[in-house]
Nanobody, 122 residues
Framework: QVQLVESGGGEVQAGSSLRLSCAASARTFSSYATGWFRQAPGKEREFVAAISWRGDMTNYADSVKGRFTISKDNAKNTMYLQMNNLQLEDTAVYYC???????????????WGQGTQVTVAS
């Protein structure tokens, strides 16, 4: 059973940047599509970004396009989410997940990390 562990969350001011990391316990990023989702209090989990197993395809939610960048380092079994110009509405718990295609559909992901909190303050 693969384990996914997120890190890099924290509290920042609006307009700041953060980089989240997701480390896998097994070779995951070179074999599966993977993605980032987030969940704010009282809201459903929503798609943020995804990347294909080859890394040649990426997919972003409209709300983060131009601000967030997903990437990965297969040799390190690690995926990243660079978040720039953070806004108050980006406050959420961020989860990484393993899936079959770089889809925005949460149901297509079958392994999840425990999440890391990102809080954006004004």
């Amino acid at each position: 059973q693969v384990q996914l562990v997120e890190s890099g969350g924290g509290e920042v001011q609006a307009g700041s940047s953060l980089r989240l990391s997701c480390a896998a316990s097994a070779r995951t990023f070179s074999s599966y599509a993977t993605g980032w989702f987030r969940q704010a209090p009282g809201k459903e989990r929503e798609f943020v970004a995804a990347i294909s197993w080859r890394g040649d395809m990426t997919n972003y939610a409209d709300s983060v396009k131009g601000r967030f960048t997903i990437s990965k380092d297969n040799a390190k079994n690690t995926m990243y989410l660079q978040m720039n110009n953070l806004q108050l509405e980006d406050t959420a718990v961020y989860y990484c997940a393993r899936g079959t295609i770089p889809s925005s559909n949460v149901r297509l992901y079958n392994a999840w990390g425990q999440g890391t909190q990102v809080t954006v303050a004004s």
